[in-house]
């Protein structure tokens, strides 16, 4: 039997793109059915750039969305990146045109996922991201595919390597947050503008696609709690750590009786716990399912090699004509997302004061927390020279998100109380 060829074209030869260009070189015949897949045609900025493998033989476009109108190309992968701009003119163009799409652009899937699955549905394509979310490690799949036979009620995660990277060498090496952002940009682990990954939002783009993906509704970016890193102090760190916790980004969702919270947030996780041993840009994902109990998935979340593999596995996909809703139903039939709002949170908390230096301040504090409702674990004073009062931390209970917001109004309205304070939460794993 005659081995099909799969005409691949590429918009986008960066990082991802270019370890896809390396692969497919190597390896035109890795998927399961035998056909092959080849680049036949690419789309990217700088038509002289050096690639990691000659590309002076493929069809240029200087325009994405010219290649993804493109007739003689069988599928489009979009690895150019953002919600907006050229990624979603050359996606929705490819789908019109009636090709199947594969992309790395967690963005552009958790902001404009729905429509999107509206247009492929209509062309009769499929739409696949499994790099989108931790890169290599399959999340995606692992939700799509291999958890619908049960009942997903949570997901908890450390989805931002530069993120765990950061606050990993923050917490080993003692220096602050903004030294070790520099040293990370150097090292090619964040971005020149590094506001999407230390502000919370990649985190929150990915796991606002493994909610919908797990609960069954339409990605809703805009319902996200979002919470980055970038307010972590070097004294938190310690002060966690003194509790018997580590500070991680955790990127959550869960389904309750009022509906799905996805939220992002610098947490306390205790020491021993797998998040808080996950090390370095590593990923991880916790998923609790009602009937498989708890799955742990840790691996690399980005780079060129493990990135290419997750999309050569869609690729894969189409070619098997693997076939499967974009989310989990028919986009027009997909459920409402109905958010849940901020304030029903119940979790522990971590709160820091900074506090006068005389007697009675434990007490205010402790009855003040009294009265609001919020039930102290446990109380740490720590000297700390040169910050203008004595810091202290204290652990709470369960309490109701609205009951602490409150609690730290009033706290903040005490006079021994020098500033506001500093609310982080317990990650509830
Ligand atoms: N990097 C990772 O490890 C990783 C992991 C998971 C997912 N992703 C996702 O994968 C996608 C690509 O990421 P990346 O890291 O590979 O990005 P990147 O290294 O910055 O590469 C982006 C590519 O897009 C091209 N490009 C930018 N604007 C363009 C335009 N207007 N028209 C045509 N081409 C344009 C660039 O061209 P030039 O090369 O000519 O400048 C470059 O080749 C993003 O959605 C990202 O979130 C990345």
Known sequence: MTKKTWRIGVAGLGTVGGGLLEFLAQRPDFAPAGDRAVITAVSARNRTRQRPVDISSLTWFDDPVALANAPDIDIFVELVGGSDGPAKAAV??????????????????????????????A?????????????????????????????????AGIL????????????????????????AQAMGYAEADPTTDVGGFDAAHKISILAALAFGCAPNFAAAEIEGIDGVEQLDIAMAK????????????????????????????????????????????????????????QGPGAGAGPTAAAVAADIA?????????????????LPPF??????????????????????????????????????????LQKPVEDVGGVPIVLTTHAV??????????????????????????????
Request: hydrophobic share 50%; charged share 25%; net charge neutral.
């Open 92 to 121: 929705e163009a490819a789908l019109k045109s009636g090709k199947p799409v594969v992309t790395a652009n967690k963005a552009l899937i958790a902001v404009h996922g729905a429509e999107l699955a509206a247009l492929a549905e």
């Open 123 to 155: 062309a009769g394509v499929p739409l696949l991201f499994e790099a989108a979310v931790m890169g290599g490690t399959p999340a995606v799949k692992m939700l799509r595919e291999a958890m619908v036979g049960d009942d997903v009620s949570a997901l």
């Open 160 to 183: 931002n390597g530069t993120c765990n990277f950061i606050l990993s060498e923050m917490e080993s090496k003692g220096r602050a947050f903004a030294d070790v952002l520099k040293d």
């Open 242 to 297: 003194d509790l018997g916790y580590r500070i991680r980004l955790i990127a959550s969702t869960e389904r309750t009786d009022d509906g799905v919270a996805v939220r992002v947030h610098p947490s306390l996780v205790a020491f021993g716990h797998p998040l808080a041993e996950t090390r370095g840009a590593t990923n991880a994902l916790f998923i609790e399912g009602a009937r498989i109990g708890r799955i742990f998935l």
């Open 317 to 333: 996909d189409v070619m098997t004509h693997a076939k499967r809703p974009v989310f989990q139903a028919p986009a027009g039939q």
């Open 338 to 379: 109905i958010a849940v709002a901020p304030t029903r949170r119940v979790g522990k908390a971590y709160l820091r004061l900074l506090v006068k230096d005389q007697p009675g301040v434990i007490a205010a504090v402790s009855e003040t927390l009294a009265e609001c409702g919020v039930s102290i674990d446990s109380f």
């Open 400 to 429: 109701a998100e609205s009951v602490l917001t409150d609690a730290i109004d009033r706290l903040e309205r005490l006079p021994v109380v020098l500033e506001r304070p500093k609310l982080l939460r317990i990650a509830r794993i």
